[in-house]
């Protein structure tokens, strides 16, 4: 009799966990599109059949692969540098691209309008032409460098937008860790929250190198660059700051812990963040440096050649550009036609003696040789030559962050594909699954009609 | 390996991805018939075609340079050719009026036509082409020769660089041709030819016949150099014309794209693109899913 109440027993509890094998499957399938979502397998543990026997549901596990994990974070860290590199860098190619209004295409201009110059000195239409040529070059350098300075400007508020980004998902971070750990001490699940926070993770390592450790009892460490907590495990906060510099005005990343504050700028090895500073600092910089530098240099070569000449008016040691006495930046890039000349074309400079005016070109054929003499990059290249050595690095800075954005998309996808295969969802398999739990729920009934019709017999016996 | 149901359309859609953007380049390639179209598209090229722009944009300045010598020498050489007639023809009145047939009134009438004469020549060596005096050296705002005869101009021609390291003189100045210090001055030899016939004075209407020779000849010579710049200045436009045309060739070696591999490359690269939204079209593939 009580055998036979026990047989009960086990069918219904193998009907509960079917049910649950059942139920599990059915949140897989429903979750097959769910971003971030670990499939769960369903547990159902084996009775002590000393006790009662029979199977019964005992939760559900998430099937991650910590290894795999990691390497996911690693490679989303690495994409979000590469794309930010190559996205801030894609200025460079409009504007060393030539093309109309560049500065390739003013210098050009520029010589070709030294050239009539010199061979019609006493022409007053090869006069204004000149100097609206030379205006334009500053133009041209100006707007070249407005468009790079644009950029960096732009890039230091993305940074701190990414700064703000990362911080709110640290809070959420922390947050979900409390819930979790609340929801586990009632013995409830809190794979989905689990997922929530995985995901999170994720988008903070897009920005960010990020780590994560966990406990014996569960909870996890959000480590930045392998050393430096952002969420420790009693869900305490280590926001990031983004500082303007005063001096440079580039925005830096610092990291307060315990009132102490520290510049962790130069240890993001990855991460947008990473991406965007290195992108500012690196090539951008080098194409603002250099177009600078070269403007500087003509200023310079073109003013010692034109102050020593004479101007139809008989003036002399007047320059044809404005001076860049200092070596600032912010100075450097104002290729300007000299206020001495300005609006003045007599006042150009082709002889070279006062006593040969008007005809004397010999000052205008100097300024003209100077569009081949080594003029720039500490005068071992003509001002042409600089600018397409400037055009082949930047050209390459662009061309290897885009093979790079590739290749760490590349590495992203497949091993976001090893993640999938780990822990995503195959409709198949769940579809194969629910058939099971369901053969399993037929059995565990038919093992109830069984203990009950032999019950029925025994009761039919003694009555 | 375990195929999630994830895979397959994460992969489609990098597939897609991938095969419109090699789509979108390929279009772009076989359109603009560019291979490189900015920078990163090849670096190396991209500054190679811009020096190449550089030479033939030189070019095309020293192109305009020798077009501006060229209209200046012939300008400078009808202007002589010209004055050869003037003096032949004050030659030929000189000599008629040296023989003994002819008297005071014939001298003195020739006298008229001899002061004509040297003011032709004065006014063709104050020719002006595009607002210069040709013949006054670098000093071409200022008439070549004053009424009195005298230079006033400079003593040097301006130099144009016309190619690469090649300079050429703008003309030959005026006092070269019509008064070196050390040859016949044509003005002063036509005044002292023209007092000669006033004055009846054979053996100074003789004398004057030697000065005009001499001059004649200085003016063959001037045309002589001027005949050299202008082959100076053909060879010069031959030659700059080539740069650009290398220039040209040059840049689009390296910046264009082979028409026939461009057309091919956006054939495969559509092929590529219908196979993958074919593929993209048909998922998921067919499961149990479909059975129950």
Redesign the interface.
């Known amino acids: 009799m009580s055998s036979l109440l026990r047989i009960l027993n086990v069918g219904v509890n193998g009907m509960q966990a079917a049910s649950h094998g059942i139920s599990v499957a059915s949140h897989n399938a429903s979750n097959?599109?769910t971003e971030g979502y670990t499939?769960r397998l369903a547990q159902i543990d084996p009775v002590d059949p000393r006790l009662l026997g029979g199977a019964r549901a005992a939760g559900q596990r998430r099937v991650a692969d910590q290894f795999v994990e990691r390497r996911l974070l690693g490679a989303r860290s690495y994409s979000g540098e590469s794309a930010a590199r190559a996205g801030t860098l894609a200025i460079?190619?409009?504007v060393?691209?030539?093309g109309p209004g560049s500065v390739?295409e003013a210098?050009?201009a520029f010589?070709?309008a030294?050239?009539?110059f010199?061979?019609?000195?006493?022409?007053p239409a090869a006069r204004t032409i000149l100097l609206r040529r030379a205006t334009e070059l500053g133009s041209a350098f100006q707007r070249a460098s407005g468009e790079l300075d644009a950029a960096r400007v732009d890039t230091n508020a993305r940074i701190v937008d990414e700064v703000a980004q990362v911080n709110r998902r640290l809070h959420e971070i922390s947050d979900l860790g409390t819930r979790i750990a609340e929801t586990e001490a009632l013995g409830q699940d809190a794979n989905d929250l689990r997922d929530q926070r995985d995901l999170l993770v994720r988008e903070v390592a897009d920005r960010v190198p990020v780590s994560t450790l966990t406990e014996a009892d569960g909870r996890m460490h959000l480590m930045l660059a392998g050393s430096r907590a952002l969420v420790g495990p009693d869900g305490s906060v280590h926001e990031l700051q983004a500082t303007t510099e005063p001096t440079s005005g580039e925005v830096r990343v610092y990291r307060t812990t315990a009132g102490a504050t520290e510049d962790i700028t130069g240890m993001l090895g990855s991460g947008s963040i990473a991406g965007y500073v290195d992108a500012r600092d690196g090539a951008l910089a080098d194409a603002r440096a250099g177009l600078d530098q070269l403007a500087a240099d003509i200023a310079t070569a073109y003013n010692g050649a034109h102050s020593a000449g004479f101007g139809l008016d008989g003036s002399s040691g007047l320059n044809l550009f404005e001076p860049h006495a200092s070596v600032d930046l912010a100075a450097r890039r104002n290729l300007v036609v000299s206020s001495d000349v300005a609006g003045a074309p007599m006042r150009l400079a082709a002889?070279q003696?006062p006593?040969?005016?008007?005809?004397?070109?010999?000052v205008a054929?100097q300024l003209?040789?100077l569009?081949?003499s080594p003029i720039a990059a500490g005068g071992t290249l003509s001002a042409?030559?600089q600018?397409?050595?400037l055009?082949?690095?930047?050209?390459?800075a662009?061309?290897s962050a885009?093979a790079q954005r590739e290749q760490a998309d590349l590495v992203t996808?497949q091993v976001?594909?090893l993640r999938?295969?780990?822990?995503?969802?195959?409709?198949?398999e769940e579809?194969?699954s629910l058939m099971r739990f369901q053969r399993a729920y037929e059995a565990s009934l038919k093992v109830i009609k069984v203990a009950d019709d032999m019950l029925a017999e025994l009761l039919r016996m003694r009555g | 390996?375990?195929?999630?149901?994830?895979?397959f359309?994460?992969?489609a859609r990098?597939q897609l991805e991938g095969s419109r953007s090699a789509f979108a380049e390929a279009q772009s390639r076989a359109l603009t018939g560019k291979r490189v179209q900015?920078?990163?598209?090849?670096?190396?090229a991209?500054?190679?075609a811009?020096?190449a722009?550089?030479r033939g944009?030189?070019a095309?300045?020293?192109e305009?340079?020798v077009n501006?010598?060229l209209a200046a020498l012939h300008v400078a050489d009808d202007a002589l050719q010209h004055v050869s007639e003037a003096l032949e023809r004050a030659r030929q009145l000189a000599l008629q009026a040296a023989t003994d047939t002819q008297n005071a009134d014939n001298r003195a009438a020739v006298a008229e036509e001899i002061s004509q004469i040297r003011e032709q020549v004065r006014s063709l060596a104050n020719t002006r082409a595009?607002?210069?005096y040709v013949f006054?050296?670098?000093?071409?705002?200022t008439e070549a020769f004053d009424p009195t005869g005298a230079y006033q101009g400079?003593p040097?021609a301006?130099?144009?660089?016309v190619a690469?390291g090649v300079?050429l003189a703008?003309g030959v100045p005026g006092d070269q041709i019509f008064a070196p210090p050390a040859g016949a001055d044509a003005f002063a030899t036509l005044e002292a030819l023209e007092t000669a016939l006033r004055t009846n004075d054979v053996t100074g209407i003789r004398g004057a016949v030697d000065g005009i020779d001499a001059s004649a000849k200085q003016v063959v010579d001037a045309r002589a150099e001027l005949g050299g710049s202008f082959e100076s200045a053909e060879t010069a436009l031959s030659v700059v014309q080539r740069i650009q045309d290398q220039s040209v060739a040059e840049q689009s070696k390296l910046t264009d794209a082979d028409a026939i591999g461009a057309f091919s490359d956006l054939a495969r690269a559509q092929q590529a693109l219908e196979a993958a939204v074919q593929i993209a079209a048909n998922l998921?593939p067919a499961?149990?899913?479909e059975r129950?």
């Open positions: 097959t599109a499939r460079l190619d409009t060393l691209g030539g390739g210098m050009q010589h070709t030294l050239a009539d010199a061979s019609l000195p006493n022409e002889a003696d006593g040969a005016l008007p005809g004397d070109n010999r054929l003209q040789s569009t081949t042409g030559d600018l397409a050595a055009v082949a690095s930047a050209g390459s662009v061309q885009n996808s976001s594909a999938d295969s780990v822990s995503g969802v195959s409709t198949d579809m194969v | 390996m375990r195929i999630p149901d994830s895979l359309f994460t992969r990098a900015k920078p990163s598209d090849d670096p190396l991209a500054a190679q811009q020096r722009s550089f944009k030189r095309e300045g020293h305009r340079t501006v010598a595009g607002g210069r006054s050296g670098y000093s071409d705002g400079h040097e301006a130099q144009l660089r690469p300079s703008m998921p499961g149990l899913l129950s």
